[in-house]
């Protein structure tokens, strides 16, 4: 037997049986669709059934909790998303887990950038115009987002910290009423993740000013980063990716860490995460654990000087 042989006798075999996907959503949604999308990749390339269950609620505080509950033997991983950092800054006195210590982070496997959007009742060909009016009325202009404490809410704060500027809040209970009233003009604009606002956009509805990613969006190429339109060091994409328990084993999560590899490079894969309005990417390991604890600090700061409190 050769030595590559040898190594590949001695690997503990995995997986020997279904693994249990734990997604926080209902099914239906984008990162329902790109788990299950996964779980299929998944079984192709390692011979065993991997099987989503969705486990909404509380936040996605109830999935996060049955994974880093559950035995650290890869057979029970979340999809998570940029959410997860959030949950120590608005449920610390509830949360029986660490959203950083509590798992072994294995890969990002998309993106979805953050947008600034305007409606009708704001005419801002760009975002220097934006800022300008902005700032000429200090608190006056709105911003719509999902909720008190939702990813758009953090994300807008981080904005005007950025250019000392101040705008109005109004919160909704999910994106989908909050997009129908900037395109109805009752309120300014938005800092949206693009999946929930990309036909909008593309058909004239909402005007795309700026995007918070590193490079501009494949899905939107005419409109500029904020770095380029200049309001630099702001970023603000939404991750999706896969955890496991704490001290799952390296041998399982150097798998784990290929399959979401290769299932973020796949054609198949970069098609499907478009039409969410997202694209594929792979931050995996060590560099995703420090992006984690980055997030963690940067969303329970923020909520500190908000004095934000969840139930």
């Not at 997604?23 to 990749?41: K, L, N």
Request: glycine share 8%; with cysteine; aromatic share 8%.
């Amino acid at each position: 037997m050769t030595a590559g042989g040898a190594a590949q006798a001695q690997a503990p075999a995995y997986p020997t049986k279904p693994v249990r996907v734990v997604v926080g959503f209902s099914a239906g949604g984008p990162t329902d669709v790109m788990a299950r999308a996964f779980a299929d990749y998944a079984a192709r390339k390692l011979g065993q059934s991997f099987i989503v269950e969705n486990k909404p609620g509380a936040n996605t505080i109830l999935a996060a909790e049955a994974v880093a509950s559950a035995p650290a033997d890869g057979y029970t991983l979340l999809v998570g998303a940029t959410n997860h950092t959030m949950i120590p800054a608005l449920y610390s006195a509830r949360v029986k887990f660490d959203a950083v210590k509590s798992f072994a982070p294995i890969c990002t496997m998309a993106i979805s950038p953050t947008v600034l959007v305007v409606g009708p009742a704001m005419k801002a060909a760009n975002l220097d115009a934006f800022l300008q009016q902005v700032k000429a009325e200090p608190g006056k202009r709105t911003y719509a987002t999902a909720g008190s404490g939702s990813s758009g809410h953090f994300a807008s704060e981080q904005f005007t910290r950025l250019t000392d500027t101040r705008m109005n809040h109004i919160p909704y209970k999910g994106a989908a009423q909050a997009v129908i009233d900037l395109m109805g003009g009752q309120v300014d604009s938005s800092f949206a993740t693009l999946g929930s606002v990309l036909p909008q956009v593309q058909s004239g509805k909402l005007q795309a000013l700026a995007v918070a990613a590193p490079q501009r969006s494949p899905l939107l190429p005419q409109v500029p980063t904020f770095e380029e339109a200049g309001v630099k060091g702001y970023s603000a994409d939404a991750w999706y990716g896969l955890l496991a328990p704490a001290n799952t084993p390296p041998a399982i999560l150097a798998a784990l860490q290929e399959t979401a590899q290769g299932f973020a490079k796949e054609p198949n894969t970069v098609e499907k995460l478009r039409g969410l309005g997202m694209e594929s990417q792979s931050v995996c390991g060590a560099p995703f654990g420090e992006q984690l604890q980055r997030e963690v600090q940067n969303y329970s700061q923020i909520a500190r000087e908000l004095n934000l409190k969840t139930d």
